[in-house]
């Protein structure tokens, strides 16, 4: 399969920390920590898959914001964009992620020092922690 998008959700509770989930598969990435999200269906917009994605996994409903700028080649075909979500309902529960924690800026930063976070996501670190030190 190729040509197509993931999209993944940068979530903010109101205290301004971010919800980081925390990989269960494949092997190589198992235990490190990423932006929830997954694949973008045909007829889908991006803000329509982040809602079905983050009701799947997280069993919230969220309301979608403005985009983070950087975006990511998965493989010839394939990019990653993360989009900024608020969660409107329901509280973050584990459906397919072995845990969930919400961070702060001083915490995603010693979590990237010490190689925790999905290597694809850390693009976004700088815009992370730039909302995060907000
Ligand atoms: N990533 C990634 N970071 C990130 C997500 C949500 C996804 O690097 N924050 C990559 C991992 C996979 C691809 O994007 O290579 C699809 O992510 P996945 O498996 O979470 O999405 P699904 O469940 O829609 O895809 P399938 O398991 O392939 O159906």
Same mark, same amino acid.
């Given at each position: 399969?190729?040509? !197509?998008?993931?999209?993944?959700?940068?979530? @903010?509770?109101? +205290? =301004?920390?971010?919800?980081?989930?925390?990989?269960? @598969? %494949?092997?190589?990435?198992?235990?490190?920590?990423?932006? %929830? !999200?997954?694949?973008?269906?045909? =007829?889908?917009?991006? +803000?329509? &898959?982040?809602?079905?994605?983050?009701?799947?996994?997280?069993?919230?409903?969220?309301?979608?914001?403005? #985009?983070?700028? &950087?975006?990511?080649?998965?493989?010839?075909?394939? +990019?990653?964009?993360?989009?900024? &979500?608020?969660?409107?309902?329901?509280?973050?529960?584990?459906?397919?992620?072995?845990?969930?924690?919400?961070?702060?800026?001083?915490?995603?930063?010693?979590?990237?020092?010490?190689?925790?976070?999905? %290597?694809?996501? #850390?693009?976004?670190? %700088?815009?992370?922690?730039?909302?995060?030190?907000?």
């Amino acid at each position: 399969m190729s040509g !197509g998008t993931v999209v993944a959700g940068a979530i @903010y509770a109101d +205290d =301004g920390r971010l919800l980081l989930a925390q990989r269960a @598969y %494949p092997p190589e990435l198992a235990g490190l920590w990423e932006l %929830p !999200g997954g694949k973008v269906e045909p =007829g889908e917009t991006l +803000d329509q &898959a982040l809602v079905r994605e983050l009701c799947e996994e997280l069993n919230v409903d969220v309301r979608v914001g403005v #985009r983070l700028e &950087a975006s990511v080649r998965l493989k010839p075909g394939l +990019d990653m964009v993360a989009v900024r &979500a608020r969660i409107v309902a329901g509280i973050p529960d584990t459906t397919e992620h072995l845990d969930l924690r919400w961070v702060d800026a001083d915490m995603l930063n010693a979590m990237d020092l010490r190689g925790e976070i999905v %290597p694809n996501d #850390r693009a976004w670190i %700088p815009e992370l922690l730039a909302d995060l030190r907000e």
